[in-house]
């Protein structure tokens, strides 16, 4: 016989996490799937790779659905949150992980202006509008909650192209994040999570310097992982952080800037 405590703590839950093929976004859909989530993989180019996930995800014994959409284009944008909510009759959680990367590959050669124009559509508008169209629907719904990705440094700044580009659109994320729950209390919970050093494509490759300063600026000593967002951000989509919205929270391993 199943006792409630066998029960995982997301049985039942129908998630979307966008930018779930790999990095940061596939650690968030396999914490959910662990968690009894079901899960909603979405990728923009390679289907193939957001297939490999979704079968992960049934592997632990969870329904998983894959959809494509790059989210810069409107219109696909729009389709994606309509279709993910259809699939299942609604939908509990709405995890928006996905960002452009403008450091690893040929973004990282493009121009400051190309790389603003990049992350302002995908970061900061995707979110914006994907977020207001299925948080209005969750409100409809009567329960949901929203995770949005912001950056441990948006707030404090960093030195450089990057730190520029990334404090501006993730700090206009985070601003956005704490508004939208306001509009949506009672009834929908919205949050960020804010990492700051995470092992990702880019710290893997990243010089002697960077690595070096990884370990100087955070007091646990060590990169951050993408299973440590993971985590957070099984949390915020749990009954147990039932009385938190408007947070944006920190992931840095204890960094104070």
């Known amino acids: ?26 650690a968030v859909a396999l914490a959910l799937a662990d968690g009894g989530a079901d899960v909603v993989i979405h990728g923009r180019t390679s289907r193939e790779a957001a297939e490999r996930v979704a079968d992960e995800v049934r592997g632990k014994g969870r329904r998983a659905h894959v959809l494509m959409a790059d989210l810069a284009d409107r219109e696909a944008g729009d389709r994606l949150v309509a279709d993910a909510w259809d699939l299942w009759g609604g939908l509990d959680a709405w995890l928006q992980i996905a960002g452009a990367d403008t450091l690893t590959g040929a973004a990282a050669k493009l121009s400051f202006e190309a790389k603003l124009d ?16 299925v948080g209005r629907r969750m409100k409809d719904q009567g329960h949901g909650s929203i995770v949005t990705m912001g950056w441990d440094q948006a707030e404090t700044g960093m030195e450089g192209d990057s730190g520029e580009l990334y404090a501006a659109t993730k700090g206009a994320v985070m601003a956005f994040t704490r508004s939208l729950a306001l509009s949506l209390a009672p009834v929908v919970r919205v949050n ?17 310097v ?16 993408p299973e440590d967002v993971a985590h957070l951000a099984r949390f915020l ?3 147990g952080s039932a009385f938190l919205t408007g947070q944006i929270l920190r992931i840095n391993g204890g960094a104070v800037r």
């Open 1 to 26: 016989m199943t006792s409630p405590a066998d029960i995982p703590e997301l049985a039942g839950l129908r998630a979307v996490v966008l930018g779930s093929t790999s990095g940061i976004g596939r």
């Open 118 to 133: 990049q992350l302002w559509a995908v970061d900061v508008v995707a979110t914006m509008r994907l977020t207001r169209d």
């Open 192 to 208: 960020a999570v804010a990492p700051g050093w995470i092992r990702t494509a880019w710290g893997d490759s990243a010089p002697r």
């Open 210 to 225: 960077w690595q070096e300063r990884v370990l100087r600026e955070t007091p646990l000593a060590r990169w951050g992982t």
């Open 237 to 239: 989509v749990s009954p």
